[in-house]
């Protein structure tokens, strides 16, 4: 399945654009397509990045891409996940604009690979994916399994950006 890699680091997402361009294709390259992780993504990315506008974390943290995903976090998935998930492994390095790319400069600007790799990350989880259209539940996923207990996110704040980023008229593909 070929992705728009073209529009791979664009600057200025809507949130729709930013479902039917990146997040769909690449759950869908990665057979791991449904609304539910459909709309985890996206609310991680715009919650993370204060409504798709930071690549990197203000303050001049650690965090890169939408997703703020920190380069230590990073490295752990593909050193202690993705070593042992070979096929998934080889379909995230398919979403590189080269094998041979720095892996944390495709983080940053390469919005198929950082949507990857924020799919990887909730994928460690054994908790299965809340329910589409929980918006409550997914807050609450997103705290306990990216954020963590440790972070300074709230499943509120998550949902505030939600509600202040996301239209009610966006829509989600229900199958690849």
């Known amino acids: 399945m070929a992705l728009p890699l073209h ?3 664009r600057q200025n997402w809507s949130p729709q654009d930013y479902v039917t361009l990146i997040i769909e294709p690449v759950l869908c390259h990665l057979g791991a397509h449904s609304v539910s992780a459909t709309q985890l993504l996206l609310g991680t ?3 993370e990045s204060g409504g798709l506008k930071h690549r990197r974390q203000i303050g001049g943290g650690p965090a890169l891409s939408f997703f703020q995903m920190e380069r230590a976090t990073h490295d752990d998935i593909w050193e202690n996940y993705l070593r042992y998930k070979k096929e998934l492994g080889a379909s995230i390095t398919a979403l590189m604009t080269d094998p041979n790319a720095n892996k944390h400069n495709e983080l940053e600007f390469n919005d198929n690979y950082a949507a990857g790799m924020a799919r990887a990350h909730y994928r460690r989880v054994s908790q299965a994916l809340p329910s589409a259209n929980d918006l409550e539940a997914q807050a609450n996923y997103w705290k306990a ?11 509120t704040k998550y949902i505030n950006d939600w509600n202040t980023h996301v239209p009610d008229s966006i829509t989600f593909r229900v199958e690849c």
């Open 7 to 9: 529009t791979a680091s």
């Open 45 to 47: 990315a715009v919650h």
């Open 145 to 155: 399994h990216y954020n963590t207990s440790l972070g300074a996110g709230t499943p």
